[in-house]
């Protein structure tokens, strides 16, 4: 690919649609995949010290609310102590799922992300937040990156489907779904629920990140909580400025492999010629299931 003019072009989209236009991370660095070296020495004693009260606080919100395989995987991650080395966690990625992490200075652009996802890499942010974004922060970092997304990699089935994701991604890119596409990353991997025996269950690494939406997405009455439905999903808009109205659930990570393994081509020419729906939707034949 001509980088030069794809970087422009990135940049350019980013400012039409941020306003300010400015991305957080250092990008003159980047290859044409958009990778930087990771650079760990660089981090300071203060910045490890943040990650730790991040862990901290994530951890404890995390016992019976996040899914059982992200809890196991977090603990045999043993990431407690400071922001991790991604070439020691894609040593022991490799072996399980054969998926590596590799370090990106922040967004990147949506060709490149699905090529990355596509070949089993996941593109990690090198920076930490600042301590006045403990809580909130606009732009994805290595904390929301690595404690969010990382853990569930090792999971084979949804190690596999994320990759499907990312060839899905190729293909709408050609396909003008992109839009569509989006939604359901947005409310599975990032804000997705899982049944399970004991409840509810938290998988999705925008929630796992948060402090304050992890318990909302469970108990608090006002979101919907709707049994997950791709072509529903893909008509549902989303809130990037606020917890979600409505979460989408999953009986299982092999429902959320089988239900988007289909070819999304026909599916996209129906979505195009209806509208979306708001993301606070609650159709009639949906059953929005009740909390304790
Ligand atoms: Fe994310």
């Not at 649609?17 to 990771?38: I, N, P």
């Not at 040593?91 to 590799?102: I, M, Y």
Request: proline fraction near 5%; charge should be negative.
């Amino acid at each position: 690919m001509n980088t030069k003019a794809s970087t422009d072009d990135f940049f350019a989209s980013i400012a039409a649609k941020s306003d300010s236009g400015a991305l957080r991370g250092d990008y003159t660095h980047a290859d044409e995949r958009f990778v930087v070296a990771q650079n760990w020495d660089a981090y300071t004693p203060q910045q490890h010290q943040l990650w730790r009260r991040l862990y901290e606080r994530q951890a404890r919100l995390i016992p019976g609310r996040a899914c059982d395989v992200f809890v196991e995987s977090l603990n045999a991650l043993d990431v407690s102590d400071g922001i991790p080395r991604f070439d020691r966690t894609t040593e022991a990625l490799f072996k399980a799922t054969g998926w590596e992490l590799v370090a990106v200075p922040g967004l990147v652009p949506d060709q490149t992300f699905f090529e990355h996802l596509a070949n089993r890499r996941f593109p990690v942010t090198v920076w930490l937040r600042e301590e006045h974004e403990f809580d909130y922060i606009v732009e994805p970092d290595v904390f929301h990156d690595f404690f969010g997304h990382v853990p569930l990699l090792f999971n084979p089935i949804f190690a596999e489907h994320l990759q499907e994701y990312g060839k899905g991604g190729l293909k709408a890119l050609k396909l003008d779904g992109l839009a569509f596409l989006a939604r359901l990353y947005w409310y599975t991997i990032e804000f997705g629920l899982i049944q399970s025996p004991e409840g509810l269950r938290v998988y999705g690494a925008g929630i796992l990140s948060s402090g304050g939406e992890i318990e909302y997405c469970l108990t608090n009455p006002a979101p919907r909580r709707i049994p997950f439905n791709v072509e529903r999903v893909m008509r549902t808009l989303y809130k990037i400025d606020s917890y979600q109205e409505t979460y989408f659930v999953i009986q299982d990570f092999q429902q959320l492999f089988n239900d988007t393994a289909p070819d999304f081509t026909a599916l996209y020419q129906k979505l195009k010629a209806c509208d979306a729906l708001p993301a606070d939707t609650l159709l009639p034949a949906e059953t929005n299931l009740i909390v304790a």
